[in-house]
């Protein structure tokens, strides 16, 4: 048998055991309700390219779930002439014209660029153009000015490769520069002869690859002397007519160098061979444009919104690489990112994280007792903040539908008309309702009303909520007046009646009457703006049902 003590301790290890666990599942994210969009990536380069899929992956980090992400690649690296153009064009121009609209178009890189605002009035007119990676700050300074046109400079930093050039090899004499004559190369030629008067005591040069046959290339790089320093810009193609991906690129270069090469871009390349350098962080940079899209989503003003000029930049060097060539740490940057380091965290430190873990865990286990006694004293407390919260919440919710009732609606409109927030009001209203109580019984009229309010309520967003204002009617707040903002909403919310519903255990088709208003469009007056949307609705009902009509001068309410 066990006896009473050795139950209690039982207990108390049971305690110590189960309740990190149950601590750490309470930890759970919460996800924040998905945003609907849709959002056009087009690359300069192909899929093929390295840096290509380190900026998607740096979009789909920065888009919400939900948001539909399409792509389209202009394969410049491989083919850049005027028909490869045209035919992209063409096929371009195609799908947009078969495909629903795009809320924005991220633009990857600086021929991606060049070719949206050449048939930005053709292709996407009224469309938000975000571009990122783009190495010309000149151009993306000067299309700037365009209010649809905003997104994430790429700037190589030759300054600061320079200076880790010389911390690494300060009896350096040169800097080379692996370089070609496409758009890429071109801007980054510029910016590399710019520091020349910086650097009195360098001599700059390149190795054009553009200009050198295969064979001649790889002796140009192979003539690189200890003297120098090294840094690899862009290589896509030769003289020969050799196109190069980057891999291979990285592969002539590793081959053939006899010096450590730094980079100025993330991607391949550090961790194959490159040691590495300041490089501007292709998945940030994608990140970043993707949130400038949400935010237009969400019914930001691209107008108002300032390109991201400050490139996204980080140190990142191959630990290996630094070890061949006997580089000492002690001369690097204190924020490096290293790749390929030797060892783990928790092996380095083995010998005092152990007796931390191991105070942390008694601390842990006093905490615990300390935890549980509060824990007693706060469900009071929590009980009578749960209370309140219910009060508060009848006070503002429709018990028979559970979303936002009159008094809400009318509370949120005052307030943003006395910011003067552009906003619309899309009333809703049940056709025939009174015969589907009348036919099939009041349950079946309340079970009506409950699955209007949740299809409502599954298109809630930031910018869109849902009421139930009176009866069978229903109303939501836009908080946009855009038009085609409102339009898209107006066709999502005449969607809620295309499935039918199920009353009393029998699917019914139920059709409804949408009437919209805008402020200040329309009115600047709260109850005019309420009117106003009603009498839009009762034009629906006077032309048929089942649609929806948008506030014109002269439209009266109910027949």
Not at 169 to 186: F, M, Q, Y
Request: charged share 25%; hydrophobic share 40%; glycine share 6%.
């Amino acid at each position: 048998m066990v006896n009473a003590g050795s139950k209690k301790w039982i207990y108390a290890l049971s305690l110590i055991i189960w309740f990190p666990i149950w601590f750490l599942c309470g930890m759970q994210p919460v996800h924040a309700e998905e945003i609907h969009g849709r959002v056009l990536f087009i690359s300069s380069y192909s899929y093929a390219w390295d840096i290509t899929r380190i900026q998607i992956s740096g979009v789909q980090e920065g888009l919400d779930p939900g948001v539909t992400l399409d792509y389209e690649f202009m394969d410049t690296k491989r083919v850049d002439d005027e028909e490869s153009l045209r035919l992209f064009h063409d096929g371009l121009k195609y799908r947009l014209e078969h495909v629903e609209p795009y809320d924005a178009v991220i633009l990857g890189d600086d021929a991606a660029l060049v070719f949206a605002v050449q048939y930005q009035e053709e292709l996407f007119p009224d469309t938000p153009l975000i571009f990122e990676g783009v190495n010309d700050e000149e151009y993306a300074k000067e299309v700037t000015r365009d209010p649809y046109i905003t997104g994430v400079l790429e700037k190589l930093s030759v300054e600061k490769n320079i200076e880790l050039g010389l911390a690494i090899n300060p009896n350096a004499k040169k800097v080379v520069a692996i370089l070609d004559d496409t758009i890429t190369g071109e801007a980054e030629r510029k910016r590399f002869y710019s520091y020349e008067d910086q650097y009195p005591n360098l001599t700059f040069s390149e190795i054009n690859c553009s200009r050198f046959s295969t064979s001649r290339l790889h002796q140009a790089i192979r003539g690189v002397d200890e003297n120098s320093i090294l840094i690899y810009v862009v290589m896509t193609e030769d003289a020969s007519g050799k196109h190069y991906s980057n891999e291979e690129a990285v592969k002539v270069l590793t081959e053939s160098a006899r010096v450590p090469i730094l980079r100025m871009v993330e991607g391949n390349g550090i961790g194959e061979g490159l040691l590495g350098g300041n490089v501007v962080s292709m998945q940030e940079s994608g990140r970043l444009a993707a949130q400038i899209a949400m935010d237009i989503i969400n019914g930001a003003d691209v107008s108002q919104m300032d390109a991201v000029m400050e490139s996204p930049n980080i140190y990142c060097i191959d630990a290996q690489v630094m070890k061949k060539f006997g580089i000492n740490r002690s001369v690097l940057p204190e924020d490096v990112v290293f790749i390929h380091d030797e060892g783990t965290f928790f092996t380095r430190y083995k010998e005092v994280l152990v007796p931390g873990i191991v105070l942390i865990l008694v601390l842990f286990v006093a905490i615990l007792v300390v935890c549980i006694d509060n824990l007693r004293r706060r469900k009071l407390l929590t009980q009578l903040e749960s209370a309140q919260k219910t009060i508060e919440t009848a006070a503002q919710h429709d018990f028979l539908t559970g979303i936002s009732n009159r008094s809400k609606f009318m509370n949120d409109l005052t307030k943003l008309i006395a910011e003067k927030v552009p906003c619309t009001v899309i009333m809703m209203d049940i056709d025939d309702f009174k015969h589907i109580n009348d036919t099939m019984g009041h349950t079946a009229g309340d079970e009506a009303l409950q699955q209007v309010a949740q299809r409502m309520k599954e298109m809630e967003s930031q910018i869109l909520t849902p009421y139930r204002y009176a009866g069978d009617e229903f109303i939501m707040i836009l908080r946009s007046s855009q038009e085609k903002l409102v339009e898209k909403t107006a066709y999502q919310c005449r969607q809620i009646f295309t499935k039918p519903f199920l009353l009393n255990k029998t699917k019914t088709k139920i059709c409804g009457s949408i009437g919209i208003a805008t402020y200040p469009k329309d009115t600047e007056d709260l109850e005019e703006l309420v009117i106003f949307a009603d009498a839009a609705m009762y034009q629906v009902k006077r032309n048929g049902k089942n649609d929806f009509a948008i506030y014109q001068k002269g439209m009266t309410g109910e027949v």
